[in-house]
Nanobody, 119 residues
Framework: QVQLVESGGGLVQPGGSLRLSCAAS????????VDWHRQPPGKQRELVAT???????NYVDSVKGRFIISRDNAKNTVYLQMVSLKPEDTAVYYC?????????????WGQGTQVTVSS
């Protein structure tokens, strides 16, 4: 069994920074492509950033230049570094990854971590 565990959320003032982590735990052989999504209060979940197994990245326009997605394959962990945070970044952030388990990639979601940007 494998699971994704997010951490690093919290309350931060506008202009502040946070780094989210998404770690795969359990009997996994590694992780493939990973996405970060977020769901603001009362709104639909949206894709924020993606990173391929090879390290190629993409971002939604609203976070370009402020968020950086990266990965540490040795730790089966993906990060989302967020700077210059704005109130509109307030949301529950989820990671979604293809996790290698018993020779197959399984699409997995983390439980989410709350990010609140407020003064």
């Amino acid at each position: 069994q494998v699971q994704l565990v997010e951490s690093g959320g919290g309350l931060v003032q506008p202009g502040g920074s946070l780094r989210l982590s998404c770690a795969a735990s359990g009997s996994t052989g590694g992780i493939g492509a990973v996405d970060w999504h977020r769901q603001p209060p009362g709104k639909q979940r949206e894709l924020v950033a993606t990173i391929s197994s090879g390290g190629s990245t993409n971002y939604v326009d609203s976070v370009k230049g402020r968020f950086i997605i990266s990965r540490d394959n040795a730790k089966n962990t993906v990060y989302l570094q967020m700077v210059s945070l704005k109130p509109e970044d307030t949301a529950v952030y989820y990671c979604n990854a293809l996790v290698l388990f018993r020779g197959k990639y399984i699409n997995s979601w983390g439980q989410g971590t709350q990010v609140t940007v407020s003064s």
